[in-house]
């Protein structure tokens, strides 16, 4: 079956856009995670869902920052007002359950250029 | 709080060569440990988890073993390939039930023929 699958690749927003990020998981995957990945840096936690229960958004670093997963399936970060210092690759991940040791799936990645 | 902190690269070997790639965490409890990697191009993978004090994870080559006392979970390949070009990240999940992954910056390694 397919992957984790993220859209757009890439984006280039202008400052004070708001902008959509989409994520569709692995069928049948319960927990979905977003992390942001800032250049040569690791990927850093955002926020995680279990079906449609978002149950972390700690790593959200402002209210700018949202995310939604209505139906349990497809899940979508959106950023309001974009500022240069939100320019990442926005990382989708998607694993079987929440329990620590269950590999993780991630997407390819949205790569967000504000400019 | 959980940190993990890999050594710097960009590392460059030989083909053939032995890698290591050091990485040491900072965690409560008894995390999980991983090594993800990324190949140019593509998406995070893993490559091998070890989830609990003394575990040796495994996979295409690599190794690393779980070490409680010295809080680390090194990377290790005895004869690396030009195909093993990539980025590697170290990362641990909290012993609480969330799969939260906490990464290492990632270390590059670039292997010549």
């Known amino acids: 079956g397919a992957g984790v699958s993220q859209s757009p690749r890439y984006k280039v927003a202008k400052r004070g856009q708001d902008v959509a990020l989409r994520c569709d998981p692995i069928?049948?995957?319960?927990?979905l995670f977003w992390y942001q990945q800032a250049l040569g840096q690791g990927p850093e936690f955002l926020t995680y869902?279990?079906?449609?229960?978002?149950?972390?958004k700690s790593g959200l670093p402002s209210d700018r920052f949202f995310a939604e997963r209505p139906e349990g399936s497809v899940s979508t970060l959106k950023i309001q007002r974009t500022q240069q210092e939100d320019s990442a690759v926005y990382l989708c991940?998607?694993?079987?359950?929440?329990?620590?040791?269950?590999?993780?799936?991630f997407g390819q990645g949205t790569r967000l250029t504000v400019v | 709080g959980n940190s993990v902190t890999q050594m710097e690269g960009p590392v460059t070997l030989s083909e053939e060569a032995f890698l290591t790639i050091n990485c040491t965490y900072t965690?409560?409890?008894?995390?999980?440990l991983f090594w993800y990697v990324q190949y140019p191009g593509e998406g995070l993978q893993l490559l091998l988890k070890?989830?609990?004090?003394?575990d040796k994870g495994s996979n295409k080559g690599f190794e690393a073993t779980y070490r409680k006392e010295t809080t680390s979970f090194h990377l290790e390949k005895g004869s690396v390939q030009v195909s093993d070009s990539a980025v590697y990240f170290c990362?641990?999940?909290?012993?609480?039930?969330?799969?939260?992954?906490?990464f290492g910056q990632g270390t590059t390694l670039q292997v010549k023929p």
């Open positions: 869902f279990q079906n449609e229960a978002q149950l972390d």
């Open positions: 965690a409560t409890g008894y995390p999980s």
């Open positions: 990362a641990l999940t909290s012993s609480g039930n969330t799969g939260k992954l906490i």
């Open positions: 991940a998607s694993s079987l359950d929440l329990s620590s040791n269950t590999e993780a799936f």
């Open positions: 070890a989830t609990k004090a003394d």
């Open positions: 069928s049948g995957h319960v927990s």
